[in-house]
């Protein structure tokens, strides 16, 4: 027991804590003959990190990856790949005056609850350190989906607080603007305003959630597997299972409440899919459209703040969470979240190829729509 591994063909098992002296993944069923260096992480990794901009934690870590295992001359071998990263700015005094308190909101009781003992410093392993890992694990995962399906998988934030991307915005990302601001937002022109909100916010000491969303391109019709394997399953236990998210939804989602058939279908033509409601899915199996998700993150914990909560000998006490923070988990979510979608699809992908690797191209191809969807909307 002890579910720190995912995956089926593709195994992907972190380990450590935010305040230990290290982390670490283990990722086995990787294809061989993957070209890999320790530099490919570097991107990925800095994406995710704090102490980067004034609006994540503090906390400055290198996040150095060294390649333990399951690489040989630069290119994996088919054998585990190991990959470590020590940690060197942890400040565990912050959490001296809360050790014995539950934080309201935050996984500190559950875990107490569920072992009976935790370790309180950074949150232990409940602490967001530990999807650098998975971002780390993500990098090979987007690299062979990118060199053997030419599959691209992007995120972007799509809804700060009550901040949502204004006109004309439309869904279909200007990648290279995404890129360009430190809070992964699609419109230029609206970052100040974003900056301006998280300033008050930070200021005021409180947290605030987000929405980020995700989108594969060019995932070929066929991955994923009825009934108990379904992608739109796997993806939403994978994304579920990123620190603070609290839903997910594939394609639209909980928008389909108000839909009619007619509305939510996708149309077919010889030409393409005329719409992309399904974000890609159907039945649990890609249909060659964009596999589209996204994930809501709730508001941190960890406030300065005071609010009421418990110790552990059960007296009542009021918390004050001092330290280095992220006022908002959903900035710096959107690299964790492309890791994940990039894991389960390569998994995928090698279970389709193990099982139906000679069923070949199935005629007819329906081309899919543009990824921001919806041309009969
Ligand atoms: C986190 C609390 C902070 C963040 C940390 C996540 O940790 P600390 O109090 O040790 O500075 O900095 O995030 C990271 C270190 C990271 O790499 O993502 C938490 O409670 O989840």
Known sequence: MGLNTFGHILRVTTFGESHGPAIGCVIDGCPPGLQIAPEEFRHDLERRATGRSRHTSARREADEVEILSGVYEGKTTGTPIALLIRNTDQRSKDYANIAQQFRPGHADYSYWQKYGIRDPRGGGRSSARETTMRVA??????????????????????????????????????????????????????????????????????????????????????????????????????????????????????????????????????????????????????????????????????????????????????????????????????????AMVALVLMDQALRHRAQCGDVGEVLPRIPGAASSGNADD
């Not at 869904?171 to 995404?178: E, K, Q, T, Y």
């Not at 930070?202 to 929405?211: H, L, T, V």
């Not at 508001?299 to 009421?308: A, D, E, I, Y």
């Open 137 to 338: 694990a993500g990098v090979i995962a987007k690299k062979w989906l990118a060199q053997r399906h030419g599959v691209t998988v992007r995120g972007y934030l799509a809804q700060l607080g009550g901040i949502t991307p204004r006109p004309p915005f439309d869904g279909a990302p200007d990648w290279s603007a995404v890129e360009d601001n430190p809070f992964f937002w699609p419109c230029a022109g609206q970052v100040p305003e974003l900056e301006t909100y998280m300033d008050a916010l930070r200021k005021s000491g409180d947290s605030i959630g987000a929405r980020v969303q995700v989108i594969a391109d060019g995932v070929p019709p066929g991955w994923g597997e009825p009934i108990y394997g379904k992608l739109d399953g796997e993806l939403a236990a994978a994304l579920m299972s990123i620190n603070a998210v609290k839903g997910v939804e594939i394609g639209d989602g909980f928008a389909a409440v108000t839909q009619k058939g007619t509305e939510h279908r996708d149309l077919m033509t010889p030409q393409g899919f005329l719409s992309n409601h399904a974000g890609g899915i159907l039945g649990g199996i890609a249909t060659g459209q964009p596999v589209t998700a996204s994930i809501v993150l709730k508001p941190t914990s960890s406030l300065r703040l005071p609010g009421q909560t418990v110790d552990v000998a059960g007296e009542p006490v009021e918390v004050v969470t001092t330290g280095r923070h992220d006022p908002c988990v959903g900035i710096r979510a959107t690299p964790i979240a492309e």
